[in-house]
């Protein structure tokens, strides 16, 4: 089952408030709650703060030192490179949220 794969998946995503808004760059073990808990501002923060709900990008990671490396050098990015990256694969920055919760 495809949910198998997702058990010790490490995710690092990009969120934005809409396409020259503001962005975030996170890393979880666990996509859609993460996700779910920044639309809903669980958590008060920066993205609740300046409503960054949208995911724009994510990649998948086997174990978690991969994953959080790959976030701390996201984070290094310029907002450029960073816009370059979410429109190889999203050119119309369009929310991948519900397309994972399928």
Do not use: Q
């Not at 779910?36 to 990008?57: D, M, P, Q």
């Not at 050098?73 to 919760?101: M, Q």
């Amino acid at each position: 089952m495809w949910w198998e794969s997702r058990l010790m998946a490490y995710d690092v995503y990009i969120l934005a408030s809409r396409r020259d808004g503001a962005i975030y760059v996170g890393v979880t073990n666990d996509i859609i709650r993460r996700i779910f808990e920044h639309r809903s501002k669980a958590v008060s923060g920066f993205t609740s703060k300046y409503n960054i709900t949208r995911l724009v990008w994510f990649e998948i990671y086997n174990d978690p030192v991969s994953a959080i490396t790959r976030e701390k050098e996201l984070k290094k990015w310029k907002r450029a490179w960073k816009t370059k990256l979410i429109e190889k694969n999203n050119p119309n920055w369009d929310d991948l949220y519900d397309s994972i919760c399928n």
